[in-house]
């Protein structure tokens, strides 16, 4: 039974009382900064904060049991608040839980059909652009804590007495988590920074705004609730576009930060679990009044430097906020913000790619172009769109450079001139390929070897016949040496007439299309390009 539990925790080293503690305390300190970033979040979609605060219990719960990466932490996010600003404001809260539901069932077929392995087509600086940017959006999130009213961002600023208190504290709880782990490590930093800063303002009469200025965190069980809208077909054309997209998002984002902790802890987490449980938690909370949430890396850095790298910190974040809304409420309210603002500003802090500094001045500059544009779209848009500019573009780029590589080493050879060409055959190098070769030479023989080049898709295919069907017309012999068999079976009835296939035996690679054809007699059967 205990190493059944053990297993089930993802714990890579002994469980020791002194682990189990760590876990907690990792988890009640992401459960303390989880409230005001819930009712935020929850403020910013329009809805009631207990909407907010009821999403970070039942995501953070179940992506903790189930998720692919034990230490990860997901609740209410931002990326998500702001789609759903639109939905909520036109239909209604009710359309939203039915969307969250929506949502919840797209991820999970998700998950069944494994789409999340395609996180790995995310190149590395579109990566650090991912983080980058972030790290800018959680900034520049905490700075509506230095307004008269941080709910409201139109508000004015805070000036005199009261800024110089907000910053004092915030400095005062940066600098204990920079200290206090040089001398101990048993209490996570943050923690104990969050409750010295409170005692201070609570016993110290100081006037600085807490968690209960922006609004009540108290409430009681979440309840089953079937969303309030007409079961017709113009309800589902209304919440389609936004499940997907709230689906899209939550994915892409929970699944980079899953693959951010796997660099932080090591070891490999299961993209399709994730997915799974995404899924299976975004269901769950659209039936209980929530609206919907996705993984958090900012509460997942706090969670992962505390100490809490097992499942175990990530179901007593979800237990503590369910005690928090349910019993103490008015403790946590007299949390002062700055307190929190000074715990994500360490987070900003820890999550930025600082190194990325350095190595762009050594990267390509196509490389650091990208890191540049996805950290740019990510703080100006959101980060689904940012990732998915950053592979565009990366495409595009790869897609480039493969077409400047196409060449081709040109000798004669017993009276025939060769073309023995290098590099990928593919719609991106056609016209280089192309401009090789000259149709008006004085040879009547010309051999094509395609021993160290590769043909990737069809318009490779097509570029063949065409160049083909130019040495047919002007008289002359063409001879295809080294093609794969699949690409000669892809190669249309009149271009085979056209060309001679080398009788080679080749190795088998496979690269374009497997189709079965019949060749002519004699035609070798082996494949290479």
Not at 243 to 253: C, H, T, W
Not at 419 to 445: A, R
Request: aromatic share 8%.
């Amino acid at each position: 039974m205990l190493e059944k539990f053990i297993q089930f925790t993802g714990a890579t080293e002994p469980l020791t009382i002194g682990k189990i503690k760590t876990e907690i305390l990792s988890g009640l300190t992401v459960a303390l900064a989880l409230v005001p970033e819930a009712v935020a979040f929850a403020i910013v979609a329009t809805v009631d904060p207990l909407v907010g605060l009821y999403a970070a219990f039942i995501v953070g719960l179940i992506t903790a049991i189930f998720g692919g990466r034990p230490g990860m932490i997901s609740g209410a996010t931002g990326a998500l608040a702001v789609v759903m600003v639109s939905l909520v404001v036109g239909y209604g809260v009710e359309y939203l839980f039915a969307t969250v539901v929506l949502m919840g069932i797209f991820q999970l077929l998700a998950g069944v059909f494994h789409l999340g392995k395609f996180i790995r087509m995310v190149p590395h600086p579109v990566m650090l652009g991912f983080v980058n940017g972030l790290a800018i959006v959680i900034f520049l999130a905490q700075l509506n804590q230095f307004k008269v009213n941080p709910s409201d961002s139109g508000s004015a600023w805070l000036s005199g007495n009261a800024l110089y208190i907000m910053l004092g504290l915030v400095g005062l709880t940066m600098l204990i988590m920079v200290v206090l782990p040089k001398f101990t490590k048993a209490i996570p930093a943050p923690l104990v920074a969050i409750l010295v800063v409170s005692l201070l303002v609570v016993f110290g009469g100081i006037n600085a705004s807490t968690v209960g200025d922006v609004a009540s965190v108290a409430g009681g069980l979440p309840q089953f609730h079937l969303p309030m809208v007409p079961f017709t077909f113009e309800t589902l054309i209304i919440i389609l576009p936004y499940a997907f997209i709230l689906s899209a998002i939550g994915l892409i984002e929970s699944l980079l930060t899953l693959n951010l902790v796997n660099d932080m802890l090591g070891g490999r987490g299961g993209a399709s679990k994730e997915c799974v449980a995404q899924g299976a938690s975004n269901l769950v909370t659209g039936l209980f009044g929530g609206m919907g949430g996705c993984a958090m890396i900012g509460q997942s850095m706090i969670n992962v430097k505390s100490g809490g790298t097992t499942r175990i910190s990530g179901i007593a974040a979800a237990m503590f906020l369910l005690i928090i809304i349910l019993f103490a409420s008015g403790l946590i309210e007299q949390i002062p913000l700055a307190a929190l603002v000074g715990v994500m500003f360490m987070v900003v802090i820890g999550t930025f790619a600082w190194n990325s500094l350095k190595t762009i001045r050594t990267m390509k500059l196509s490389d650091a172009m990208v890191l540049v544009l996805v950290t740019f779209v990510t703080v100006w848009q959101d980060l689904a769109i940012a990732v998915v500019v950053g592979v565009i573009v990366s495409a595009l780029v790869f897609a480039w450079e493969a077409a400047k590589r196409m060449g081709a080493k040109v000798h004669s050879e017993d009276g025939s001139l060769v073309y023995k060409l290098k590099g990928v055959l593919f719609f991106g190098s056609v016209e280089s390929f192309n401009e090789l070769f000259n149709i008006e030479d004085v040879h009547d023989d010309v051999v094509i070897d395609f021993i160290d080049s590769r043909v990737r898709d069809h318009s490779g295919i097509e570029a063949i016949e065409a160049l083909a069907a130019k040495y047919h017309l002007a008289g002359k012999t063409l001879h295809l040496r080294h093609l794969s068999s699949d690409c000669r079976n892809l190669l249309n009835k009149s271009a085979r007439q056209m060309v001679e296939v080398s009788k080679v035996e080749d190795p088998n690679y496979k690269v374009a299309a497997d189709y079965k054809g019949h060749f002519p007699d004699g035609v070798s059967q082996g494949s290479a390009h």
